[in-house]
């Protein structure tokens, strides 16, 4: 097939109609059940939502290339920046084709477009993520001559293995720093009052590995914070935030939050964990990840799989969830390439 006449056209998620934002559904679907193969799909209303709600401090490009037929979307590309005053030469950047229209300059296409909105935009660096299941990814980001700055993996959790007694030691353990730590919980919309504290807290969340990947701290507001988790409620999502605080000073020690979505009631996903260096080697960390799984097999029993996601260089949260009996599900990469080399690539085919 000759792809080069296929029409790649850009799409505001923000204000693309139903019809057409179903049809970028349909292709989001088709490449998330190549990635995660066992799972159920998302439905169509909660990406909806998504999308409907992205902040405003982030600005999101969208292209999509039509079949040629033009009745269904084949392959897109996304940018994304965020409007702060850090990373401000960094652009995320999202590429996906279905497999079947792969190795035929499309990937190539699309990349030169987004490099160009990177360019137009100021973002001389580009982060790209590649996903294990798509070997594919990788080789092309091998041939644009971009550089592996980060491995992970997405770890997972069957309840039904976990060390019930281990769980129940860990929570024991933990009585012992009661008298120092205050352990609480934010469930569903963080409160008002707090969210400059709650800000302030996910600022541990910079302590994390970022391999050799050429990116900043990131700092955001307590109205970002709150923009960030409304993306998550606004698709339905349970958001619980289990933190711990220092009865001495009031100060906050760290965190872990979790999201669980009734459309896939099996599933738990296990966002940020982060202890303050003052504060680790101290048992925080367990008692955080065990209250949580304590409390999520107590009230939302249909969970049966828990996962979370961490760079295999994050050895003291691996040593966590290796204990609790989390083990690899799938592998990604995220890449850099200079916004500059991937134009040079992409204009090699012109």
Do not use: C
Not at 15 to 44: N, W, Y
Not at 84 to 97: F, G, K, P, S
Not at 112 to 131: F, K, Q
Not at 229 to 247: E, K, S
Request: without cysteine; aromatic residues 8%.
């Amino acid at each position: 097939m000759n792809t080069s006449t296929l029409a790649i056209e850009s799409l505001d998620l923000k204000t693309a109609s139903d019809a057409e934002l179903a049809l970028v559904h349909h292709l989001f679907s088709k490449m998330r059940a190549e990635r995660q193969p066992d799972d159920p799909p998302i439905p169509f209303e909660e990406n909806l939502a998504r999308w409907r709600s992205q902040p405003p401090f982030i600005q999101l490009t969208f292209y999509g290339v039509w079949n040629p037929n033009h009745t269904a979307l084949i392959g897109r590309g996304t940018v994304v920046t965020v409007s702060l005053e850090e990373n401000r030469r960094l652009a995320q950047v999202e590429l996906e084709v279905l497999p079947e229209y792969r190795r035929q300059g499309l990937g190539k296409r699309l990349l030169g477009l987004l490099a160009e909105v990177a360019e137009r935009e100021g973002r001389s660096l580009m982060l790209i993520g590649t996903h294990g299941r798509i070997p594919a990814g990788e080789a092309f980001m091998e041939r644009v001559g971009g550089h592996k700055g980060l491995e992970g993996h997405t770890n997972q959790l069957d309840l039904r293995d976990l060390d019930r007694d281990l769980l129940q030691r860990w929570l024991d353990q933990a009585a012992s720093l009661a008298d120092d730590f205050e352990l609480g919980l934010w469930e569903g919309e963080y409160p008002e009052s707090q969210l400059e504290e709650i800000a302030a807290l996910y600022e541990v969340m910079n302590s994390q590995p970022r391999g050799t990947l050429q990116t900043e701290d990131f700092h955001f507001t307590p109205e970002q914070v709150r923009q960030l988790q409304q993306q998550i409620l606004v698709t339905g999502a349970d958001h619980w935030t289990l933190y711990v605080r220092d009865r001495a000073t009031g100060a906050l020690a760290g965190f872990t939050d979790v999201a669980w979505n009734p459309s896939r009631p099996e599933l738990l996903s296990q966002g940020n964990t982060g202890v303050f260096p003052q504060y680790r080697h101290r048992g925080l960390g367990r008692w955080l990840k065990a209250a949580m799984l304590d409390k999520v097999m107590r009230e939302r029993p249909p969970v049966r799989f828990v996962r979370t996601h961490n760079a295999d260089s994050n050895a003291a949260m691996l040593r966590i969830n290796h204990e609790l009996g989390f083990k690899p599900y799938s592998s990604s990469a995220m890449w850099q390439v200079e916004t500059a080399r991937a134009l040079d690539y992409a204009r090699t085919m012109r």
